[in-house]
């Protein structure tokens, strides 16, 4: 995964929440693009709910998987 595949999800319209699937098999859901930061080797997920951080880096984000919005 690389910043252009990531940032196309994040700008997608309508944004649709999506989870990031990393190579140690955890994963990340975004909820709003609002809760990312994008850098170009890095994604940094915030859930505001869960009071949680996680910076992943983009090369060990295997895939991306779309949620439907609840």
Excluded: W
Excluded at 35 to 57: F, M, Q, R
Aim: charged content about 20%.
């Amino acid at each position: 995964m690389n910043e252009a595949n990531m940032r196309e999800f994040l700008n997608a319209k309508p944004f649709e929440p999506f989870r990031v699937v990393m190579s140690s098999g955890q994963s990340h859901l975004v909820k709003h693009p609002e809760n990312v930061v994008l850098t170009k080797t890095k994604i940094v997920i915030v859930d505001p709910e869960l009071d949680s951080v996680a910076i992943c880096a983009l090369l060990h984000a295997t895939s991306v998987e779309t949620q439907k919005a609840a």
